[in-house]
């Protein structure tokens, strides 16, 4: 992965810095960091002439595509925030608007199914922008030959978890593909909410100081349907986190009214979303890696597998950027709510190096926590 | 198909009926309706074990489906309206509200491909609820090695309807899945509009005397896709009607006040919209088969391929129901309209028989035009 990559080229470059350069000019550490500065200020072009998996993963190449192809098309300011919902001036009110196709595989695993995630999903993308979540399409694409009765526990979820978010199914599509052209059933839920509150979130107000806050364990999601898949010989006693989370931010929100800045940590984990933030804002996020919530099986689970548990997929977690005179606040209310149990202060941003996620590891280093190149975990929401 | 079966039965029973049966007692005409009646009434469950093509064609296995499955899911008073858009009282608002997966194959056909189809659809499921289309959100689930020139292909022709339509694309979502499990592209549209005037569509506004109008020539489209995928050794000089309606819409809704209901004849045809209006609005709708108006090349390609172009999909053709006083103003406005050139009166709305769409046929006959069963034309959309 080129973020490890990164990180020895930024400890060897450190290592080679001799005590006595000359001042004035750049340290090789500098150089390195000016150079991956440089690439990423580049006009993005997709360079692949084919479509990958990766495109997919919410990482690198999923942002270049991202800005090549699709903003390149629909330019227009709203589009170019990047945010997890479009918040749009309507009939005198705010809305806000967001979509996700939905294609995990399997469609059941432990804690939830594709029913369940496609509602969450949608939800959380509106919660985190500070909207009340109120509607929902649903669209179904649907393989020729899929169990009419998988159908039915799937619908079955999508209401349960609609009702608990307290969102409603308004209109809906169906499409049949015929068979070898799907997987069983594809849901893109798109949903509609309204902004009651004042507040305004978005990296814009994202400042050196700040706090950064997980709510919750990480990882989870992303495990557990890397298990479910059964190609891996792992027991491991973990479920799904997905969950609704806009009581969860209606709690955060109200005991903190300093919050920056909300994202859900979903395709590409609580490590895109910082480098996300870290670009978007100009800053440097520093997170501490031992003070990072993760439970025993992710960790045990993610060494077998090679990844890092901070580019795992939550579904049911969210990363809050906080003013950080008031961090034990926010955690204290996140704490008091059953979803936030074990929400934690997991950094800080700093104001160099602009741009760049920093690790202090739990071996007192530190190395850049860079954007995810290529895709560990296909198809996980 | 069902149709001529059903119309069969009813002109043999016609035939059969006695001059001189007894007052009081049914005919057997009277019987064979009353058993259609009783049948579509019935509380509806999907037979199949397994999705079918069918459950995708927008006829009677697709309504069964819509309503034993999603309506039993999700019921609430804006879902069981099964209008084009869902009509949402936001901040002080109306607000329209419609999705569509988009999964036509080939992607590209003559006047057209998958991304203005999606653009347009959309827009016009919103255009004939009477909304203002403003804002759409786009999710694309393709599949690995899809050629990135055909995805910019696809999205510059989303752009160029988005400007057409006066719409902007302000939010979106990538997904991508292994070869084998999709076709290229899927897209799904979800649209936002609001509604500026004071005027309520829908079935529940038809009543006996009112004129049905097709704001064009129909079944271009279906037809196009059908001959682009080369299994047929057909040539015709044809291509979809792909197009943004809002516009006629409009022009319509400024001459004719007295418009109904107002539905876009996509998936299923006219055909498939008179029956749902027939069949919500407790009416007959009585179709004069010599004003429809059909290209002599979609009659021909539907002849060849022993199909009724009153059941194939348009994409820029919608049907009106008008108070049959104000019939020939509508003709008119939607004639002065580039998109309406070739707009019509086809038929009329009926007391009896409640819940049918019959077809004066050009030979002096009449006989029922049922929903769709079985999907022959998979993928139009």
Redesign the interface.
């Known amino acids: 992965m080129t973020s490890e990559r990164t990180a020895e080229w930024a400890d060897r470059a450190a290592a080679e810095a001799p005590a006595d350069r000359q001042p004035g000019r750049p340290s090789p550490e500098q150089q390195v960091l000016h150079r991956i500065e440089r690439a990423r200020r580049r006009r993005p072009t997709?360079r692949?002439?084919?479509?990958?998996?990766?495109?997919?993963?919410g990482g690198k190449a999923?942002r270049t595509?991202?800005e090549a192809?699709?903003v390149?098309?629909?330019r227009?300011p709203?589009?170019e925030t990047l945010d997890d919902?479009?918040v749009?001036a309507?009939?005198?009110?705010?809305?806000a608007?967001?979509?996700?196709?939905?294609?995990v595989s399997p469609l059941f695993f432990p804690g939830g199914d594709i029913g369940d995630l496609a509602v969450n999903g949608t939800v959380n993308d509106l919660a985190v922008s500070g909207a009340r979540p109120?509607?929902l399409?649903?669209?179904?694409?649907?393989?020729?030959?899929?169990?009419?009765?998988d159908?039915?526990r799937i619908?079955?979820s999508?209401?349960a978890a609609?009702q608990r978010a307290d969102v409603?199914?308004?209109?809906?599509?169906?499409?049949?593909?015929?068979r070898?052209?799907?997987?069983g059933c594809?849901v893109?839920t798109?949903g509609?909410g309204?902004l009651e509150r004042p507040v305004t979130l978005g990296a814009a107000h994202v400042r050196p100081g700040d706090a950064v806050v997980v709510s919750g364990p990480i990882g989870d999601h992303g495990v557990t349907v890397m298990l479910a898949r059964g190609e891996l010989d792992i027991e491991a006693d973990i479920s799904s986190d997905t969950a609704p989370l806009h009581g969860l931010v209606s709690a955060l929100l109200d005991a903190a009214p300093g919050v920056r800045l909300l994202r859900d940590a979903t395709r590409g984990g609580v490590a895109t979303v910082l480098n996300e933030v870290a670009r978007a804002a100009g800053v440097a996020v520093v997170v501490d890696e031992a003070a990072v919530p993760v439970r025993p099986a992710v960790t045990g689970a993610c060494e077998l597998l090679g990844i890092d548990p901070l580019y795992v997929a939550c579904e049911g977690r969210f990363v809050a950027v906080v003013d950080g005179a008031q961090a034990q606040a926010a955690v204290a209310a996140l704490r008091d709510h059953p979803l936030g149990a074990d929400a934690s202060v997991i950094g800080h941003v700093a104001a160099d190096p602009a741009g760049l996620v920093l690790l202090r590891t739990a071996f007192g280093g530190t190395r850049v926590v860079d954007m995810l190149v290529g895709?560990p975990l296909?198809?996980i929401c």
């Open positions: 997709v692949e002439s084919r479509i990958t998996l990766a495109h997919g993963a999923s595509l991202v192809v699709f390149e098309a629909f227009n709203i589009l919902a479009a749009l309507v009939a005198g009110g705010r809305l608007f967001t979509t996700d196709s939905y294609v109120l509607y399409a649903a669209g179904f694409i649907l393989e020729e030959g899929f169990p009419v009765a159908l039915l619908t079955a999508m209401a609609a409603r199914v308004v209109t809906g599509d169906t499409k049949v593909v015929q070898g052209r799907g997987d594809y893109t798109t509609v309204v895709d296909p198809r």
